[in-house]
């Protein structure tokens, strides 16, 4: 139990462009998903944690803008970073979890490459 | 301030000889404590997890961790690695009052050889 995905695993896009991530809880209930940035030989770093049915809290110095978070039901999140630009490329991962006091299951992740 | 230290950026060692990757955190509230391992191209998976009671916690794939208070430490070790065991290690902290948020260490990178 507890599996989370996340789609695409990997996606190469133009400068520019949009791009939709998707995060899915397959099998339980997520009141709060969270997205994680990943830079090469780095630590994960949280972005943004999402609440079902409300607006994502982002952390300091993440343009919410830039990456827009939509928690619209309790198995899915979706992370769309906008106008693409290379720097943005990066692993992407989500998490997820039941409630407060629960551990968080993590996605296996998105690779953003932005040409 | 809180914060999460891995000191070793990479650990080499021989299969089936013992490993200890460190992990040190400050912090003046409590806290709660995990280690994950990323293989490459894919998530977080969580090895094991301290919460409260007995400090020496032991988790899958035969790795354990005993949480010193005292030393602000959280180290993880196994008595016998495999080649399977390479991965990226995590160590990462929930600081309370931070609304159960991860902070994570820098990794540390466990590479085992024959």
């Known amino acids: 139990g507890a599996v989370v995905s996340q789609h695409p695993s990997r996606v190469i896009c133009k400068s520019g462009t949009s791009v939709k991530i998707e995060c899915r809880s397959l099998d339980f209930q997520a009141t709060t998903m969270f997205w994680y940035r990943q830079f090469p030989k780095q630590s994960l770093m949280l972005m943004a944690t999402s609440n079902e049915g409300s607006k994502a809290t982002y952390e300091q110095g993440v343009e919410k803008d830039k990456f827009l978070i939509n928690h619209a039901s309790l198995t899915l999140s979706t992370l769309t970073v906008t106008s693409a630009h290379p720097e943005d490329s990066s692993f992407y991962i989500c998490?997820?979890?039941?409630?407060?006091?629960?551990?968080?299951?993590f996605g296996p992740g998105t690779r953003l490459t932005v040409l | 301030a809180q914060s999460v230290t891995q000191l070793d950026s990479q650990v080499p060692v021989f299969e089936e000889a013992p490993v200890e990757l460190r992990c040190n955190y400050s912090?003046?509230?409590?806290?709660?404590l995990f280690w994950y391992v990323q293989y490459p191209n894919q998530g977080l998976q969580l090895l094991l997890k301290?919460?409260?009671?007995?400090?020496l916690v032991k988790g899958i794939n035969g790795f354990e961790a005993e949480f010193n208070k005292s030393q602000t430490s959280f180290h993880l070790r196994k008595p016998s690695v495999h080649i399977s065991d390479t991965a990226e290690y995590f160590c990462?902290?929930?600081?309370?009052?931070?609304?159960?948020?991860?902070?994570f260490g820098t990794g540390t990178r466990l590479q085992v050889t024959l």
């Open positions: 998490s997820a979890r039941r409630g407060v006091e629960d551990e968080q299951f």
């Open positions: 301290y919460l409260s009671g007995s400090t």
């Open positions: 912090s003046s509230v409590s806290v709660y």
């Open positions: 990462a902290v929930i600081f309370t009052g931070t609304a159960s948020k991860l902070t």
